[in-house]
Nanobody, 126 residues
Framework: QVQLVESGGGLVQTGGSLRLSCAAS????????MGWFRQAPGKEREFVAAITRNGDNTDYAASVKGRFTISRDNAKNTVYLQMNSLKPEDTAVYYCAADSRSIDYIRRAKYEYDYWGQGTQVTVSS
Protein backbone atom coordinates (compact mmCIF):
# COMPACT_ATOMS: atom_id res chain seq x y z
CA GLN A 1 0.00 0.00 0.00
CA VAL A 2 1.08 3.55 -0.75
CA GLN A 3 -0.44 6.68 0.74
CA LEU A 4 -0.01 9.93 -1.18
CA VAL A 5 -0.44 13.45 0.18
CA GLU A 6 -0.21 16.49 -2.08
CA SER A 7 0.67 20.02 -1.00
CA GLY A 8 1.75 23.31 -2.50
CA GLY A 9 -1.38 24.39 -4.28
CA GLY A 10 -2.78 27.90 -4.05
CA LEU A 11 -3.77 31.06 -5.87
CA VAL A 12 -1.31 32.62 -8.29
CA GLN A 13 -1.47 35.23 -11.02
CA THR A 14 -1.00 34.48 -14.71
CA GLY A 15 2.68 33.98 -15.44
CA GLY A 16 3.47 32.95 -11.88
CA SER A 17 4.92 29.73 -10.52
CA LEU A 18 4.04 27.06 -8.01
CA ARG A 19 5.73 23.87 -6.88
CA LEU A 20 3.54 20.96 -5.91
CA SER A 21 4.83 18.19 -3.68
CA CYS A 22 3.56 14.67 -3.21
CA ALA A 23 4.73 12.86 -0.11
CA ALA A 24 4.49 9.09 -0.30
CA SER A 25 4.47 6.53 2.46
CA UNK A 26 5.06 2.85 1.94
CA UNK A 27 8.27 0.96 1.42
CA UNK A 28 7.60 0.22 -2.27
CA UNK A 29 7.20 3.84 -3.38
CA UNK A 30 10.62 3.88 -5.02
CA UNK A 31 9.58 1.08 -7.38
CA UNK A 32 6.65 2.93 -8.90
CA UNK A 33 6.16 5.24 -11.82
CA MET A 34 4.62 8.42 -10.43
CA GLY A 35 2.27 10.77 -12.21
CA TRP A 36 0.43 14.04 -11.87
CA PHE A 37 -3.10 14.50 -13.16
CA ARG A 38 -5.50 17.39 -12.99
CA GLN A 39 -9.23 17.90 -13.10
CA ALA A 40 -10.96 21.17 -13.87
CA PRO A 41 -14.64 21.74 -13.00
CA GLY A 42 -16.89 19.89 -15.44
CA LYS A 43 -14.00 18.17 -17.17
CA GLU A 44 -12.41 14.75 -17.13
CA ARG A 45 -9.30 14.08 -15.09
CA GLU A 46 -6.36 14.42 -17.46
CA PHE A 47 -2.74 13.38 -17.55
CA VAL A 48 -0.19 16.13 -16.83
CA ALA A 49 3.21 14.48 -16.31
CA ALA A 50 4.88 11.29 -15.14
CA ILE A 51 8.30 10.03 -14.14
CA THR A 52 9.74 6.53 -13.95
CA ARG A 53 11.04 5.06 -10.72
CA ASN A 54 14.66 6.13 -11.21
CA GLY A 55 13.80 9.43 -12.84
CA ASP A 56 15.36 8.34 -16.12
CA ASN A 57 12.25 8.98 -18.19
CA THR A 58 9.62 11.68 -18.04
CA ASP A 59 6.55 12.46 -20.11
CA TYR A 60 4.40 15.56 -20.36
CA ALA A 61 1.08 16.51 -21.81
CA ALA A 62 1.47 18.83 -24.78
CA SER A 63 -0.37 21.59 -22.93
CA VAL A 64 2.29 21.80 -20.19
CA LYS A 65 5.48 20.75 -21.97
CA GLY A 66 8.16 23.38 -21.59
CA ARG A 67 6.40 24.99 -18.62
CA PHE A 68 6.11 22.16 -16.08
CA THR A 69 8.86 19.90 -14.74
CA ILE A 70 8.33 16.68 -12.83
CA SER A 71 11.04 15.32 -10.54
CA ARG A 72 11.40 12.94 -7.63
CA ASP A 73 13.61 12.46 -4.61
CA ASN A 74 13.36 8.82 -3.61
CA ALA A 75 15.38 9.43 -0.46
CA LYS A 76 12.61 11.77 0.67
CA ASN A 77 9.77 9.71 -0.81
CA THR A 78 8.59 12.83 -2.61
CA VAL A 79 7.56 13.74 -6.14
CA TYR A 80 7.48 17.34 -7.30
CA LEU A 81 5.76 19.28 -10.05
CA GLN A 82 7.35 22.64 -10.77
CA MET A 83 4.86 24.78 -12.65
CA ASN A 84 6.05 27.93 -14.40
CA SER A 85 4.37 30.43 -16.70
CA LEU A 86 1.00 29.46 -15.33
CA LYS A 87 -2.14 30.22 -17.31
CA PRO A 88 -5.79 30.47 -16.25
CA GLU A 89 -6.46 27.21 -18.11
CA ASP A 90 -4.09 25.45 -15.66
CA THR A 91 -6.68 26.01 -12.92
CA ALA A 92 -7.69 22.61 -11.57
CA VAL A 93 -7.36 20.18 -8.71
CA TYR A 94 -4.02 18.44 -9.12
CA TYR A 95 -3.64 14.81 -8.10
CA CYS A 96 -0.58 12.71 -7.49
CA ALA A 97 -0.82 9.06 -8.49
CA ALA A 98 1.28 5.89 -8.42
CA ASP A 99 1.40 3.17 -11.07
CA SER A 100 2.53 0.03 -9.29
CA ARG A 101 2.51 -2.22 -12.34
CA SER A 102 4.69 -0.39 -14.85
CA ILE A 103 8.37 -1.21 -14.97
CA ASP A 104 10.45 1.69 -16.22
CA TYR A 105 7.87 2.97 -18.63
CA ILE A 106 5.11 5.55 -18.50
CA ARG A 107 1.42 5.12 -19.08
CA ARG A 108 -0.90 8.10 -19.43
CA ALA A 109 -4.25 6.46 -18.81
CA LYS A 110 -5.62 7.29 -15.39
CA TYR A 111 -7.04 3.78 -14.94
CA GLU A 112 -3.47 2.43 -14.96
CA TYR A 113 -2.72 4.27 -11.72
CA ASP A 114 -3.83 2.43 -8.62
CA TYR A 115 -2.96 4.84 -5.80
CA TRP A 116 -4.17 8.44 -5.60
CA GLY A 117 -3.78 11.41 -3.33
CA GLN A 118 -6.63 13.64 -2.21
CA GLY A 119 -5.68 16.50 -4.53
CA THR A 120 -4.56 20.09 -4.14
CA GLN A 121 -6.27 23.11 -5.69
CA VAL A 122 -4.38 25.34 -8.09
CA THR A 123 -6.06 28.55 -9.18
CA VAL A 124 -4.52 30.90 -11.72
CA SER A 125 -6.09 34.34 -11.92
CA SER A 126 -6.09 36.39 -15.11
Amino acid sequence: QVQLVESGGGLVQTGGSLRLSCAASGHTYGSYTMGWFRQAPGKEREFVAAITRNGDNTDYAASVKGRFTISRDNAKNTVYLQMNSLKPEDTAVYYCAADSRSIDYIRRAKYEYDYWGQGTQVTVSS
